[in-house]
């Protein structure tokens, strides 16, 4: 189930992280304080290549359609958006300075494939979102049994999660794998990576969508979290 890589640097070109620099300015200029990494250097490592470090997984290299669950202040989608130019990337987030962050950015640096919407993901998935993308990323946004159900209704058939984590979570795995077809989501592998030289080991949990969305799903907002399925 496990496999590990080191830095993720060759799966992308290095004029993605110079193209990516004027967010990092205008995040440290943010008056909404959305990160509480401002120094250059070290939200180039923790925000940039710790998002970049999700090419590493091939599903997510070769998707089409993908959708970034609690996008914050853009990370990861927007790197990926501008890793990924044949991708179409929708950056998913509830609370609206952080959307109007991410539109400013998208505007800014002139990124036609990306978009910021203000929706949460149960809210999205049962409009235009329902099973619309082939993969779905998350960031340092929930447990992974909560990411699972979230993801799931956004998904379509045969499609992946892609979730950031630093330290294993081995309850929350066995959480995934004993709801099973209530969720209709199973863990594949789990991809090691150190996204640059001096960094912790992160680990990327792959999940598939193993059938249709199962009835009930998405829940009402916050039920996820609340009452997980998963447990």
């Known amino acids: ?80 958006a501008c890793a990924l130019p044949a991708a179409r ?14 539109s400013g950015v998208i505007e800014a640096l002139e990124i036609p494939n990306a978009r910021a919407v203000k929706a949460r993901s149960e809210q999205w998935a049962l409009g235009e979102g329902a099973a619309a993308y082939d993969l779905a990323t998350a960031r340092a946004v929930a447990p992974l049994e909560v990411l699972a159900e979230l993801a799931c209704p956004l998904l379509e058939q045969g499609g992946a999660l892609v ?39 992160r680990h990327l949990y792959v999940l598939h969508k193993t059938g249709p969305t199962p009835p009930g799903l998405p829940r009402r907002p916050g039920m996820a979290s609340k009452r997980p399925l998963a447990v």
Not at 25 to 41: C, F, G, M
Not at 96 to 102: D, L
Not at 176 to 196: C, H, K, N, Q, S
């Open 1 to 80: 189930m496990n496999e590990a890589t080191g830095p993720s640097r060759p799966w992308f070109d290095p004029e993605v992280l110079e193209s990516l620099e004027p967010m990092l300015e205008r995040l440290a200029a943010d008056p909404a304080s959305l990160s509480s990494v401002t120094d250059p250097a070290r939200a180039r490592e923790v925000h940039l290549l710790d998002s970049l470090s999700g090419l590493a997984v091939t599903e997510l290299r070769e998707a089409g359609r993908i959708v970034d669950i609690g996008s914050g202040a853009g990370f990861p989608g927007i790197p990926l």
């Open 89 to 102: 990337v929708d950056l998913l987030d509830s609370v609206g300075r952080k959307v109007e962050f991410m």
């Open 163 to 201: 979730a950031w984590k630093g330290r294993r979570e081995p309850e929350s795995e066995a959480a995934v794998r004993a709801a099973g077809d209530v969720l209709a989501l199973e863990i594949d592998r789990l991809v090691t990576v150190r996204p640059f030289e001096s960094s912790r080991e």
